[in-house]
């Protein structure tokens, strides 16, 4: 039999509405500052998705442009003044950014009370210690769609593909808390040629790394679950990092991509924002 699909739609839409829910809780509508740093064209893209997902929810979606040309001190300097305002809930900086600013220096300037992506180190280390409300939005969605397959990790083989610090580094932390048995692998793994014996043993398969193709469908274990963060464009079409087609033959759950992590990453950053506008009330 194939694998059922873990889609993130149905999901996202039921955590919508415990959103909608927990706004309707808090005394005003929550505000969520986006930086946009010139006009590039995935990051437009981003906005426009951001803004649909928000204003549906009753968020308001306020969008700061600033020229491309602006200093790293520049940007710090407006970073510093949304942190003060008492008006803004949450903040985010739209990647990419240009090349004179270095994303993973600027972020930690956002506080760590409206950190909504979950990247300040004071945010990503409470992680290490199981008391973290804000996670990293895609890590996030992850363990939504894995709590979907009602699979219990407990003691369970889980290999994760990619070590980046929003997606692979954080996800470790986090299924280490469910007490599944982790492997990270990276790119010194495929190096090593061992990339294919971990994910062979692999109950739980998740891959982020950003190259189409590279889990073969046969080295899928049979009834693993497998989710793939990875999003590539392949001749005008958007693919992940498994081979989907043979892949299904083989799991028990398979995300599918597009459609599988993407549409819950936004509601994820939606429902840290509201976390984060209620442990400021
Ligand atoms: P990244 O680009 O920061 O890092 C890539 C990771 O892949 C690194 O750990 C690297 O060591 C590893 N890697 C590279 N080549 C490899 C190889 N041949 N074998 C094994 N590992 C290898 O990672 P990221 O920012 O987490 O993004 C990864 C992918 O996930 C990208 O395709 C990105 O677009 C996608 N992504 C999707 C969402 C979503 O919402 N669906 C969110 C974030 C990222």
């Known amino acids: 039999m194939p694998a059922k699909l873990l889609e993130g739609k149905p999901i996202a839409e039921k955590i919508k509405e415990t959103i909608r829910q927990d706004i309707q809780a808090l005394s005003k509508t929550p505000v ?19 803004q649909k997902t928000a204003e549906a929810l009753g968020i308001e979606y306020r969008l700061e442009k600033l020229e491309s040309g602006i200093s790293k001190e520049g940007l710090i300097e407006f970073i510093q003044k949304l942190n003060q305002d008492k008006s803004v809930n949450g903040i985010i900086i739209q990647m990419p950014l240009p090349s004179q600013i270095d994303y993973k220096k600027i972020s930690q300037f ?6 909504i ?6 945010n990503m280390g409470k992680i290490v210690f199981g008391q973290a409300k804000i996670l990293p939005c895609t890590a996030a969605a992850v363990m939504e769609l894995l709590k979907e397959t009602g699979l219990d990790l407990y003691g369970k083989e889980v290999v994760v593909v990619g070590h980046s610090e929003i997606v692979g580094k954080p996800l470790a932390l986090l299924l280490l808390d469910k007490f599944a048995t982790i492997s990270v692998c990276h790119i010194g793994t495929s190096k090593a040629e061992r990339l294919k014996a971990h994910v062979k043993r692999a109950e739980v398969l998740i891959v ?13 274990k049979k009834g693993a679950v497998v989710i793939d ?35 819950l990453t936004v509601t994820m950053l939606m429902r840290n924002l509201v976390e984060a506008a209620k442990l400021q009330k």
């Open 208 to 220: 982020a790394v950003g190259k189409a193709g590279l889990i073969k469908g046969d080295w899928i």
């Open 110 to 115: 956002i506080s760590p009370e409206k950190d």
């Open 32 to 50: 969520l500052a986006s930086i946009l740093v010139g006009d590039n064209a995935a990051a437009l893209a981003y906005v426009k998705s951001q």
């Open 117 to 122: 992506e979950g990247v300040n180190p004071a």
């Open 229 to 263: 963060v990875g999003i590539n464009r392949v001749a005008d079409k958007i693919v992940g990092d498994v081979e989907f087609e043979a892949a299904q033959k083989r799991a028990s759950w398979i995300t599918p991509v597009p459609g599988g992590v993407g549409p």
